[in-house]
C-alpha cells in the first residue's frame, strides 16, 4: 500500500465514521428530541433544527476526522515505515472522534438548570 492509497482510504474511512458518530449523536441527545417534539403532546416542536443544526454537525463530522487523520501523515512523510505512520495516524484520528465526540454529547445534552449553581458562592445558591 502506498502512502496516497493510505491517506485516501483512511480519510474516506475517518469521513465516514465522524459522520456517523455525529449523527448518532446528535439524533439521539436530549436537546435534539425536546426541538423535535419530545415533549407533552408534540408540543414546543422547532423542526428549524433539521436546518440549522444537523447540516453543520454532519459537515463537521464529515470534514474535520479527515484532518486529524491526512495532519499525522504528512507530518511524519519519510520517517519510518508506511505501517508506522499509518498506525500513528490512526491512533491521533481514533482519539480526536473520542474527543470530538465527547464535546458534541457534552453540548447536546445539557445539564438539567436545577443542578447549575448560578453564582460562585455556595452559601447564596443554599440559601434559596
Known sequence: MEQRDAAGYG??????????????IWGSSLRTGLHMGMGFEGQA???????????????????????A???PLRLLRGRGSLRARVLVAAVCTASFLAVSAWGLHAWTN???PDHIRLSGVLASDLDQ
Open 11 to 24: 480519510g474516506c474511512a475517518a469521513a465516514a465514521l465522524g459522520a456517523g458518530i455525529a449523527l448518532y
Open 110 to 112: 445539557p445539564h438539567h
Open 45 to 67: 416542536r422547532d423542526l428549524s433544527v433539521l436546518w440549522t443544526e444537523l447540516p453543520l454537525v454532519l459537515l463537521a463530522g464529515a470534514l474535520i476526522p479527515p484532518v
Open 69 to 71: 487523520w491526512l495532519l
